[in-house]
């Protein structure tokens, strides 16, 4: 499957490929950007491949999936934003997470946004969700800026989260 490009005014969205694993893995190694990803901790270069390589997957399997998020001004890849789905959470999840060099630019609204736009205008679903940890409160102030709002608690890998939805078609 071709993954499709957007663009926003700043950003461009487009599919992970092998060559993005050297600057992947190096903000990977954030202990600030894993903080409320995953374990929450560090990965290294063999998990964060093993990560692009799902991405990748995931695209195959649902036709949606990730983008990798890069900033048109410099080329460089600053981290991802897209759509997942899992039996976990029985519902298509909308995510963000970009370097903390990035944090302040409003980089995760912009990208988030052309996804959601992107999802509701392809009929892709009419409802996205996103779980978020209570303790990351800029994710929870952007998914509120998005339009989506709290559903319910539910327990994720042994973690408390926040389940934000959000309507669409």
């Given at each position: 499957m071709t993954i499709p490009v957007i663009k926003t005014k700043r950003?461009?969205?487009?599919?992970?490929?092998?060559?993005?694993?050297?600057?992947?893995?190096?903000?990977c190694e954030s202990p600030d950007f894993m903080k409320f990803l995953s374990a929450g901790k560090p990965l290294t270069r063999e998990q964060a491949w093993e990560q692009i390589e799902y991405i990748i997957s995931h695209w195959s399997e649902y036709?949606?999936?990730?983008?990798?998020?890069?900033?048109?001004?410099?080329?460089?890849l600053i981290g991802r934003v897209g759509l997942q789905y899992s039996d976990d959470w029985k519902g298509i999840q909308i995510g963000w997470a970009l370097s903390p060099q990035?944090?302040?630019?409003?980089?995760?609204?912009?990208?988030?946004?052309?996804?959601?736009?992107?999802?509701?205008?392809n009929q892709i679903a009419s409802e996205l969700i996103s779980l978020i940890i209570p303790e990351?409160?800029?994710?929870?102030?952007?998914?509120?800026?998005?339009?989506?709002?709290?559903?319910?608690?539910?327990?994720?890998?042994?973690?408390?989260?926040?389940?934000?939805?959000?309507?669409?078609?």
């Open positions: 950003l461009m969205l487009r599919g992970f490929d092998q060559n993005d694993l050297d600057a992947y893995a190096t903000i036709n949606y999936g990730l983008w990798a998020v890069v900033e048109q001004s410099t080329n460089k990035q944090w302040g630019k409003v980089y995760a609204t912009e990208a988030a946004q052309a996804v959601i736009d992107w999802t509701f205008n990351n409160n800029k994710s929870l102030e952007l998914a509120e800026r998005l339009g989506l709002s709290y559903s319910h608690d539910m327990e994720y890998q042994g973690i408390k989260v926040f389940v934000y939805k959000t309507g669409g078609l």
